[in-house]
């Protein structure tokens, strides 16, 4: 067998080497999601959605998976904010974990897909509200009101958004605060309005 043959087949086994690699990694992503969706239903904290891989983030980019992680961790990070809060834990922690999770959130919230980027902008409203409930001030309470009309603008289909927005600007109306212009007005922190923007338990 010359050499160029013997070159050749060891091209060819390398790519199926490879092919076979790639097949494998490709079968593990949705079993890492599954499992981490489950973990995440008696555990949230410790779930976590990332595979085993051979051929390390090549699978994950093929499938898109990318923004699927990222809104599952940011759902996971909004969580952790609610726990402590519940749990009456230290301030600086609190205020901490919440600008880990409106980090996390940055990226589901600018999603392509409509209902994920307003269940983000939502959670974003929530946070932003319970910034202010802790003595966050007005500046606050005026970015909850534009992430909810934000969310609302970008999928008008969010029923959550919608009742959020509704109750901000009920409670605020007998002080006679009513900030932003509700539906009709304003931009949230993702500086965009109805633009198309982009996790388990809440409808994520």
């Given at each position: 067998?010359?050499?160029?043959?013997?070159?050749?087949?060891a091209?060819?086994?390398?790519v199926?080497?490879?092919?076979?690699?790639?097949?494998?990694?490709?079968?593990?992503?949705?079993?890492?999601?599954?499992?981490?969706?489950?973990?995440?239903?008696?555990?949230?904290?410790?779930?976590?959605?990332?595979p085993?891989t051979h051929?390390?983030?090549?699978?994950?980019?093929?499938?898109?998976?990318?923004?699927?992680?990222?809104?599952?961790?940011a759902?996971?990070?909004?969580?952790?904010?609610?726990?402590?809060?519940?749990?009456?834990?230290?301030?600086l922690?609190?205020?901490?974990?919440?600008?880990?999770?409106?980090?996390?959130?940055?990226?589901?919230?600018?999603?392509?897909?409509?209902?994920?980027?307003?269940?983000?902008?939502?959670?974003?409203?929530?946070l932003?509200?319970?910034?202010?409930?802790?003595?966050?001030?007005?500046?606050?309470?005026?970015?909850?009101?534009?992430?909810?009309?934000?969310a609302?603008?970008?999928?008008?289909?969010?029923?959550?958004?919608?009742?959020?927005?509704?109750?901000?600007?009920?409670?605020e109306?007998?002080?006679?605060?009513?900030?932003?212009?509700?539906?009709?007005?304003?931009?949230?922190?993702?500086?965009?309005?109805?633009?198309?923007?982009?996790?388990?338990?809440s409808?994520?």
């Amino acid at each position: 067998m010359t050499a160029l043959r013997i070159g050749a087949v060891a091209l060819l086994a390398a790519v199926a080497v490879v092919a076979a690699l790639l097949a494998a990694d490709v079968r593990a992503w949705p079993l890492a999601l599954d499992r981490g969706d489950a973990a995440y239903a008696l555990a949230p904290d410790r779930a976590a959605w990332t595979p085993d891989t051979h051929l390390g983030g090549l699978a994950g980019a093929l499938l898109g998976t990318g923004g699927d992680v990222a809104a599952r961790r940011a759902l996971q990070g909004y969580r952790r904010v609610a726990g402590l809060r519940e749990q009456l834990n230290d301030a600086l922690e609190v205020q901490t974990e919440r600008v880990a999770a409106i980090n996390l959130l940055a990226g589901p919230s600018s999603s392509a897909d409509p209902q994920v980027a307003a269940r983000a902008r939502t959670l974003l409203g929530i946070l932003a509200f319970s910034e202010a409930a802790d003595g966050g001030g007005v500046s606050q309470a005026d970015t909850a009101i534009a992430d909810f009309t934000d969310a609302v603008r970008v999928d008008p289909g969010a029923t959550a958004a919608k009742f959020d927005l509704e109750l901000l600007l009920r409670l605020e109306a007998p002080h006679g605060e009513r900030h932003g212009s509700g539906l009709g007005g304003g931009f949230g922190r993702t500086g965009q309005a109805g633009a198309s923007g982009g996790v388990p338990g809440s409808g994520y």
